[in-house]
């Protein structure tokens, strides 16, 4: 494994300069209307279309419904007999896998981070802005990540309150040296956590530090060889840098926002459309599973079967702990039973929000990556199929109370004081001092 930062020069500039420069005016409803409406009945029969599909993940914990679902024969229990759940190297490797499409040697769907789903629909981060309408069917977990920061500022104890960081990294910048701080791809969500937590102590992402891009499994053998000051990742990864004595974590991403949505179970539009009672026994497999995942009294199964080598490859010891919900921040700092822990099932966790989707589609707007001139709630009508969760939750028999009324979660608060209201995005964005929005 390389202990270089991958330089995925194509993610970067396919998102920030190409994206820009050729995509502006294939935007808005008149792309949108290609996409053809969702159709909210199912099939006639209740008969499979399929029973074969090809889904995408990356080593993370938050993969785990995808991961337990093969292992304790949900899959199967639902009909879905061929399910081949396929290791990605690299969020840029899921793109790519994605535009092909399993008839071109790819895959169908993925554990994707949630404004992926998005930037694939609109074209934003492919091969010459070729739209590749996806699908969320659910989302995997709340919460979960963690922003960490190299051993090398350890006596600053980094917090929620990144200002302390900000003067040691203008101080090392000053002096000659690169300062850079790693995500997991542009746009997505480990991207917009840290780029939030920075810009709310006044680190301009764009001007600041350099912002690099690293798969999840390769951050901590990077920090390592001082690659980077700061990144942003999903579990293990941030307690494996604290058990090889290398960083910390500052901040778990529950703390700037409580709840927040991260990953989804997200398919290409075609394979849905193909195939709704395929993807309907396909989406019950993953919320039973996700309800698997939720009960305590899994947690340590869910841990050893994370920890497979097919998996995530890491030890139990590196897993288990946040699983759980105790959190060892590596400063001095431990916390146990986190109401921040990663949740798969609780608190609505698996159902996707359209006012979750609007926020990431609201952040990426912020910082570039998609023009502010969007029709975001046309498009999210398009992608989300919050529809076809409540078919399935009905015919799991979950709970009406377990079940969101609205598909808008209300008013988000975050740690900063900043408030996000679904009905007025612009406000939000007015609030926000450091941006770099585009036309």
Known sequence: MSNKPTDNKPELSETRRTFIKQSAAVWGTTLLAGFGAPSIVMAQSSKLETTKVKLG???????????????????????????????????????????????????????????????LTTGAITTNNIPVPMNILCRLNLDGQGISVSNEYLDLKVGTNASELKT????????????????????????????????????????????????????????????????????????????????????????????????????????VQANPNATKALLKAVMEAQIYCDDPANKDEVARVCSQRKWINAPVGDIIERIKGDFDYGTGRIESNSKHLMKY????????????????????????????????????????????????????????????????????????????????????LDSLAIKAMKA
């Open 345 to 428: 099932w609780r608190n609505q966790a698996s159902y996707p929000f359209q006012s979750h989707d609007l926020w990431f589609l609201t952040e990426n707007q912020r910082w570039g990556y998609l023009p502010s001139k969007l029709d975001t709630n046309a498009l999210i009508k398009k992608v989300n199929r919050e529809d076809m969760w409540r078919v399935a939750a009905k015919e799991l028999g979950i709970a009406a109370k377990d079940i969101p009324t609205s598909t808008s979660r209300g008013v988000e608060k975050f740690f900063d004081g900043k408030v996000f209201d679904p009905k007025n995005p612009k406000a939000y």
């Open 168 to 271: 040691a990294l203008a101080a090392k910048k000053g002096g000659g040296k690169a300062v850079n701080a790693a995500m997991t791809f542009p746009g997505g969500t480990h991207d917009l956590w840290l780029r939030y937590w920075m810009a709310s102590a006044g680190i301009d992402p764009n001007s600041s530090v350099s912002t690099i891009v690293v798969p999840p499994p390769q951050m901590v053998a990077n920090m390592k060889v001082g690659s980077m000051d700061t990144f942003c990742v999903g579990e293990p990864w941030n307690l494996q840098l604290i058990h090889q004595k290398i960083g910390y974590t500052a901040v778990t991403t529950g703390e700037l926002w409580n709840n927040h949505p991260e990953k989804a179970l997200s398919l290409r539009a075609d394979y």
């Open 57 to 119: 993940f990356i080593a993370l914990s938050d993969a785990a419904p995808l991961f337990i679902a093969e292992e304790k024969g949900f899959f199967k229990k639902h009909g879905m007999t061929d399910v081949e759940v396929l290791k990605q190297s690299s969020w840029g490797t899921t793109r790519d896998n994605l535009v092909l499409g399993s008839a071109g040697n790819g895959i169908d769907g993925a554990h994707l981070l949630t404004p992926m789903a998005y930037l």
